[in-house]
């Protein structure tokens, strides 16, 4: 009787260099042919999305001139509409690049190469993050040009040395990149497709909208407007405002809102998302390193 020796994989410092890691994370994103569908998907409904109200936009409805803040909100306004959309897909793909892995079982491979797991997850969310930045960024940089001719055939006028029209167009990609780390960390300590798609929906969209609807729009119930504007949507809805919705919404009269309700400046959505992805990732790291794989 002989005795057979079995190769076992040891991870070298090369293995393990940050670098290296990434890069890994990278050719599995990459190799996965339904990542990629998923971010053309995007793209196609940020183009189609934007080419269609850009198109069906106008005041023809309003007999008077409409300020020019309220055109720049326009611009921006039949642009972010697919980012309500986007959100949603972003959200399933964040949840399915990790639990995925668990799924599949491919994640304790993953953990073998980096027994301090915390670097496998991290490097994992980078990559994730920065190429949906891209893909987020560059869809809305192929809409801008297709968006502004049809809104002026409407004749709204949009002018690009706004500063607040590139800060919601970059705040709704920052804002596509936040909802998907927020689902990739649902995702990480969940380890379930399936429950962690519906969380991470759940979270973005459904509590959101069902405390909405509690809240109705009672006077007595601003605290509770004050809870819900503090949910990832709106304050997403924050990060990508523009200051001339109320222009757009009512031409030429002031906006009247209830005494003592919050109205969040770009810089406080982006912090309060940056606030809930911290959070979410703390969970996801504590499991990942008191659970096994």
Do not use: C
Not at 271 to 278: A, D, P, R, S
């Amino acid at each position: 009787m002989s005795a057979t020796t079995t190769p076992v994989f040891a991870a070298t410092g090369q293995n393990l260099s940050i670098g290296g890691i990434i890069h890994s994370e990278w050719i599995k994103l990459r190799s996965i042919r339904s990542t990629w569908w998923i971010y053309a998907a995007i793209v196609a409904i940020t183009v189609g999305v934007g080419a269609q109200m850009s198109s069906s936009t106008s005041f023809a409805w309003f007999d008077g001139e409409v300020a020019q803040t309220g055109q720049q909100y326009a611009g921006v306004n039949v642009i972010n509409l697919s980012t309500d959309i986007n959100v949603l897909i972003v959200g399933v793909l964040g949840v399915l690049v990790i639990a995925g892995e668990y799924s599949s079982g491919m994640i304790r491979s993953t953990l073998t190469a980096v027994p301090r797991r915390v670097p496998a997850l991290l490097a994992k969310a980078l990559v994730f993050a920065v190429v949906t930045f891209l893909i987020g960024a560059m869809a809305v940089a192929v809409t801008i040009p297709i968006s502004i001719p049809l809104l002026a055939g409407n004749g709204i006028d949009i002018r690009l040395d706004d500063p607040h029209y590139w800060r919601a167009m970059i705040g709704s990609v920052g804002y596509l990149v936040m909802v998907g780390l927020m689902a990739f960390a649902i995702g990480a300590f969940l380890r379930n497709i399936a429950s962690g798609i519906a969380t991470a929906l759940g979270l973005v969209f459904v509590v959101p909208l069902g405390l909405g609807l509690v809240a109705g729009g009672a006077a007595s119930q601003v605290w509770l407007h004050n809870l819900v504007a503090l949910l990832p949507f709106n304050l997403g809805r924050a990060l990508t405002s523009h200051p001339g919705y109320a222009e757009f919404v009512a031409p030429g009269s002031p906006l009247n809102r209830a005494e003592g309700l919050w109205v969040l400046e770009p810089w406080q959505g982006a912090l309060g998302l940056v606030v809930w992805v911290v959070v979410l990732f703390s969970v996801a790291i504590v499991t990942l390193k008191r659970r096994d794989a």
